[in-house]
């Protein structure tokens, strides 16, 4: 039996997935690699029909038109085998002694008849031009290398949350989840890291430094100048997320779960209202009148919920060009934090 299926989905990533599979390599047969090339225009085909050739037992090849990264996502869900499932970007990387100590614990928890839902990693944001790291870990959040319910999770603040980098899905429940990510979109890892929460019941936290996250290129989804640019996929994602579930449905969750989902749709509505409004212009105003028409349409609860949390309150009575004016500084002391580029 695989005890994790990894995906990877790729497009023009000839220069740098080779780095991404190697290290997802170090897990040998309890491991199976799913690349899956999203209408590549470079050599990336080639590179993982090549991994498919050496290492038949561990590596598949998914050869499809483009659909974007939700799309690769899509597809390696739906030919995974594995117990877990994983999605590693591929310019992003794995830290193999990492990797090794959660095979190892994933195994011990088999032989106990114990395993969780989900297990929880640290990740770096690893800044490649300059050589620095920003590491987000889970220390203060939830009981170490135990399995645990989600009640015994503390309550996050600010920007801090369990990113799409630092979950390890258990499969069989991912799929009962429900959750397809849209295609041509960015930004679906929100999603991915929010609609399957309440379906993993059991959860095990790891001190592991396991996700090497690439931060440097230009285009970079994270980058500022994309984030303003495609607010429309922001504001798609943002109304997946409130669909997903009622606020009725959320307040009836265990306490620690419904906190962090109120916490994530806080956060996430937080960028969407940046990345709209940082820049004016007749369609964004339209754009965003839009999307809060359709969750008072959803749910009037969640609705009155969002517009008056503490982070809409901060825009949605200021004018437009002074939001942009908020919102940008506020982007940009989480640059400096986390150095986003």
Known sequence: MKLISFTVPCYNSQSYMRKCVDSLLTGGDDVE?????????????????????????????IDKENGGHGSGVNAGLRLAQGLYYKVVDSDDWLDEEALTKLIAKIKEHLEEGTVPDLYITNFIYDHVLDNTRYVSAYIDKLPQNVI??????????YSRMLLMHALLYKRENL??????????????????????????KTVCYLNLDLYHYFIGREDQSVNRKNFVKRYEQQIRVM?????????????????????????TLEVIMMNTLFFTCAEYSPERKAALKEMWNHIKLK?????KKLRSSSYATVVNYLPWRLR??????????????????
């Open 239 to 263: 109304l997946c997320m409130t669909d997903a579930y009622k606020w009725d449905e959320i307040k009836k969750m265990p306490k620690g779960l419904k906190n962090y989902m109120w916490h």
């Open 148 to 157: 645990c319910g989600w009640d015994n999770m503390k309550k996050f603040k």
């Open 324 to 341: 942009g004016w908020v919102m940008t500084r506020g982007y940009n002391i989480l640059c400096r934090t986390v150095k986003l580029g």
């Open 299 to 303: 749910d009037k609860k969640l609705y």
């Open 175 to 200: 799929l009962k989840s429900g959750t397809i990510l849209p295609e041509h979109t960015f930004y679906v890892d929100n999603l991915f890291a929010y609609k399957p929460l309440p379906f993993m």
């Open 33 to 61: 690699i799913i690349i899956v090339n999203d209408g590549s225009k470079d050599d990336t085909i080639n590179i993982a029909n090549e991994y498919a050739e050496k290492y038949p037992s561990i590596v598949r090849v």
